[in-house]
């Protein structure tokens, strides 16, 4: 599975970005797909994600009413649009996908991330 993410940059406080995240490669049997973030010195979080199952989206508490991931499954693309950002939301962003195997084996997959800026 190989991701590619696009969309970041630098945006006002209030603004607004919309991530995409190209999906290609064996997309079988994807278990969850999701977008984290990592800002500098600190840990990367989970942001959104949704579960192939029951296909319920969970998002973070700080980006809840904000951002919304969504997916193009006839473009293999997932989304993440950003409204209302503020800069604590400035971060590099991964795409990411858990795909479970025939033989239950996990396999994790990331983007190369893209770099989101809010300024004040």
């Known amino acids: 599975v190989q991701l590619v993410e696009s969309g970041g940059g630098l945006v006002q406080a209030g603004g607004s970005l919309k991530l995409s995240c190209a999906m290609s490669g064996s997309l079988l049997n994807i278990n969850r797909m999701g977008w984290y973030r990592q800002a500098p010195g600190k840990e990367r979080e989970l942001v959104a994600a949704?579960?192939?199952?029951?296909?319920?989206?969970h998002y973070v508490d700080s980006v809840k009413g904000r951002f919304t991931l969504s997916r193009d499954n006839a473009k293999n693309t997932m989304y993440l649009q950003m409204n209302s950002l503020k800069p604590e939301d400035t971060a590099v962003y991964f795409c990411?996908?858990?795909?479970?195997?025939?033989?239950?084996?996990?396999?994790?997959?990331w983007g190369q991330g893209t770099q989101v800026t809010v300024s004040s």
């Open positions: 949704i579960t192939s199952g029951g296909g319920s989206t």
């Open positions: 990411n996908v858990l795909r479970v195997s025939w033989s239950l084996t996990e396999y994790e997959y």
